[in-house]
Every structure is written in C-alpha cells, then in structure tokens.
C-alpha cells in the first residue's frame, strides 16, 4: 500500500509566511520596519554592491572634512527626498525608489553633482554609494 501524501493543512512555508504576516500586522508595524533606514536606501545604490562601496570610497576619499557617518546619509538622502530618516523603513520599495529616481533627476537638473573618479553622479547618487561603502 502506498503512503498517503496528500496533505491536510498549510505546509511549514506557507505556516513562517502567514505568522510572520500576523505579527506585523499584531505589532502595527509594517514588515519593512524590521529593516534598517541603512539597509533600505543601500540597496538602491545600484544593481552592484561592489561597484556601489568603490564609487562609494571614492567618493568618501575625496570629500574634504571629516568623514560623513552612514547616519548623517541617511538624514541626507531623507531630506533629499522629502522624509524623516525613521520613515525611509516604513516607505514601500517602488515609492522609495521612486522618490530616489526623481531626486536623483532634480539634482542632474540643479548641478547637485559630485564628480568621482571621472564620472559625474547626483549627490543622492554619491552619498547611496557612501552609504555601501560604510556599511
């Protein structure tokens, strides 16, 4: 007789998903929450980590003063896009990217540029770089 292998039930996956789910909503917090201001605008310093931290270093070993801490970005690139630092983690990945998009846009506009190893960058560009270089 062959063993039945029907189940009865959610699997082990869909079980984590629905109670990871629920505790976001029990909290009042979104899940992205759990995710650094950091972390969320790091990862829209471009499709390669690595090339992002060497414009990133670049870009930090040419500024002259004292060296920017990963804080001091994220207040940076926030007030850039229009939001407090605490609200980048709470911002849905295609809004933030958005945002990012257009400021990055409005600074080529403006002249907000750094010019990093020969490339010229937003400064939204360069700090998202500093940011991955930092981390």
């Keep these: ?7 009865r039930g959610p699997s082990r996956r869909g079980a984590l998903a629905w ?3 629920a505790a976001a909503v029990l909290s009042g917090r ?4 759990a995710v650094s201001p950091e972390a969320r605008l790091a990862r829209l310093a471009g499709r390669s980590p690595r ?3 060497a414009i990133g270093n670049a870009y930090l070993g040419a500024l002259t003063g004292p060296r920017p801490t990963p804080a ?8 850039r896009i229009d939001l407090a630092p605490d609200a980048v ?6 809004a933030l990217a958005g945002r990012i998009e257009a400021a ?4 080529f506009e403006r002249y907000d540029t750094a010019v990093v190893d020969g490339w010229v960058l937003s400064s939204t ?4 770089c500093a940011l991955v270089a930092l981390r």
């Design 1 to 7: 007789m062959a063993p039945d292998n029907s189940r």
């Design 19 to 21: 109670l990871a789910g």
């Design 30 to 33: 979104p899940a992205l929450a």
């Design 51 to 53: 090339a992002a931290r």
């Design 72 to 79: 001091a970005l994220v207040e940076a690139v926030a007030s």
């Design 89 to 94: 983690a709470g911002l849905g990945h295609d």
């Design 104 to 107: 990055i846009r409005q600074d």
């Design 125 to 128: 560009e360069a700090r998202l």
